[in-house]
């Protein structure tokens, strides 16, 4: 299969007010193939975020990439200019928020937010924008909606709608699912596998939820304290080796069946 994302010996450290340094990402090596939903679990403060903020070349001032390289279509995006990044944000590679209401703006409706997301120039917009409104499970009167408005699965769907509406060959989605209901969790994983197939993008799916990562992903990695401990297919969690692996598998064993993909049903997968 023919690799997107290449992640290679990545290290960053943060410098903190002491004037001492932490590392936070130690020698990561990861691909993310194309057309490939590739989950990255791990708990609060294990690196997870960083790692989508590099590739984008959007980390805190305070942190430094040490080594390593980031290659997107065989080029090291670390060394890439603010000229060339511009074309590849919001474009090539786009991202998905956690917290879709700290990054949407609550002074203007949410069909204008998602215009200004489009990077071509055209005539029609709008039309463009209620067409992806549909795609994600909304309405055409939702366009006129402000943020506040709308519930919390609405305003994901509102930052999913503005991540693809340009048809980028890289999604970064950071924990989109975070503090939704359990319904709404269920609705958002089918869309956006249903979003992947569709316009043959890959996904870069970030959670500390391995049900979550079971249930969407193609192959999963888990990351402990800055470094990928294991990586493997759903179908292979039996044979995990890594104790920090082991620990999350027996946290959701009473949600899995041998054999079967994790089916997001009842609370206890929140």
């Known amino acids: 299969m023919e690799k997107i994302l290449q992640i290679k010996d990545l290290s960053i450290f943060r410098k903190i007010i002491s004037g001492d340094t932490q590392n936070i990402i130690e020698n990561i090596d990861m691909d993310i193939f194309k057309n490939e939903i590739f989950c990255l679990i791990g708990e609060s403060g294990s690196g997870k975020t960083t790692i989508a903020l590099s590739i984008l070349k959007l980390l805190p001032i305070s942190f430094d990439i040490i080594s390593g390289e980031i290659l997107f279509e065989d080029k090291n995006i670390i060394k890439m200019n603010k000229e060339e ?70 305003q994901q769907r509102i930052m999913i709608a503005m991540s693809i509406i340009n048809h980028p060959l890289l999604l970064l989605a950071d924990e989109p699912t975070t503090a939704l209901d359990i319904i709404t969790i269920h609705q958002i994983i089918h869309m956006l596998k249903e979003l992947q197939k569709k316009y043959q993008m890959s996904i870069l799916f970030i959670t500390h939820d391995l049900s979550i990562g079971m249930e969407i992903a193609d192959r999963i990695g888990i990351i402990y304290k800055g470094e990928i401990v294991e990586i493997f297919k759903p179908m292979e969690i039996e044979n995990l080796s890594h104790p920090y692996s082991k620990k999350l598998f027996n946290s959701m064993i009473g949600r899995y069946k041998k054999g079967e993909r994790i089916k997001i049903t009842d609370e206890k997968n929140t």
């Open 85 to 154: 990044m511009q074309k590849i944000r919001g474009k090539k590679i786009s991202m998905i928020f956690q917290e879709p209401s700290a990054y949407l703006n609550p002074l203007m409706i949410s069909g204008k937010q998602i215009e200004e997301s489009i990077k071509e120039n055209e005539p029609d917009k709008k039309s463009r924008v209620i067409k992806i409104l549909k795609e994600v499970g909304l309405e055409e009167k939702h366009y006129f909606s402000y943020p506040h408005q709308l519930s919390g699965g609405m």
